[in-house]
T-cell receptor, first 114, second 115 residues
Framework: DAGVIQSPRHEVTEMGQEVTLRCKPI?????LFWYRQTMMRGLELLIY????????DSGMPEDRFSAKMPNASFSTLKIQPSEPRDSAVYFC????????????FGPGTRLTVL | GDSVTQMEGPVTLSEEAFLTINCTYT??????LFWYVQYPGEGLQLLLK?????DKGSNKGFEATYRKETTSFHLEKGSVQVSDSAVYFC??????????????FGTGTLLAVQP
């Protein structure tokens, strides 16, 4: 099993640019989570999906952030326009709803907004 | 609401020392409890878990016991190695499936083991 796949692994962009982060969950998993990790705020849950439907987006910081899951094997997190304070490591995780809630994390995307 | 509190780091130990990282939680009912580990430059991975009171999770020499009376899930290892250097996260989940699949994480504790 390839595990959760995220791309790109590193992204450097300038303030005001659009950024799209991508995630492929483990096949057969029906839950997908997006997290953000920073030194100041730790690990934050941004949004999660069940069967491709957003369930809880209360952690999305503001309207500049949006997430989609068009099918069971792909999700995107978009930031438009990006700001320097968005610099962080963004993780995607997936799990199966009948498991004991163990989430499997991807390697993360390190985003730097200049 | 649900929350997890874990000890501040960094924790610096010499190789073969005994490790304890404290974790306490606040939640109604009977949550499942987890320890995740994050090695440098990687995502989080599950280290161990316990799903009911008095359960002991164990893996790679690490152990943690679900103590409902003290709402704690402290992580222990009898003899740490340099390769154990990582950030350790305590987490809870309210239950199986449905909207309760969300994990609540603590702030993480950095462990640095010196040779």
């Amino acid at each position: 099993d390839a595990g959760v796949i995220q791309s790109p692994r590193h992204e450097v962009t300038e303030m005001g640019q659009e950024v799209t982060l991508r995630c492929k969950p483990i096949s057969g998993h029906d839950y997908l989570f997006w997290y953000r990790q920073t030194m100041m705020r730790g690990l934050e849950l941004l949004i999660y999906f069940n069967n491709n439907v957003p369930i809880d987006d209360s952690g999305m910081p503001e309207d500049r952030f949006s997430a989609k899951m068009p099918n069971a094997s792909f999700s995107t997190l978009k930031i438009q326009p990006s700001e320097p304070r968005d610099s962080a490591v963004y993780f995607c995780a997936s799990t199966h709803g009948t498991s004991s809630n163990e989430q499997f994390f991807g390697p993360g995307t390190r985003l730097t907004v200049l | 609401g649900d929350s997890v509190t874990q000890m501040e780091g960094p924790v610096t130990l010499s190789e073969e020392a005994f490790l304890t990282i404290n974790c306490t939680y606040t939640a109604t009912g009977y949550p499942s409890l987890f320890w995740y580990v994050q090695y440098p430059g990687e995502g989080l991975q599950l280290l161990l878990k316990a799903t009911k009171a008095d359960d002991k999770g164990s893996n790679k020499g690490f152990e943690a016991t679900y103590r409902k009376e003290t709402t704690s899930f402290h992580l222990e290892k009898g003899s740490v190695q340099v390769s154990d250097s990582a950030v350790y996260f305590c987490a809870l989940s309210r239950g199986y499936g449905g909207a309760t699949n969300k994990l609540i994480f603590g702030t993480g504790t950095l462990l640095a083991v010196q040779p």
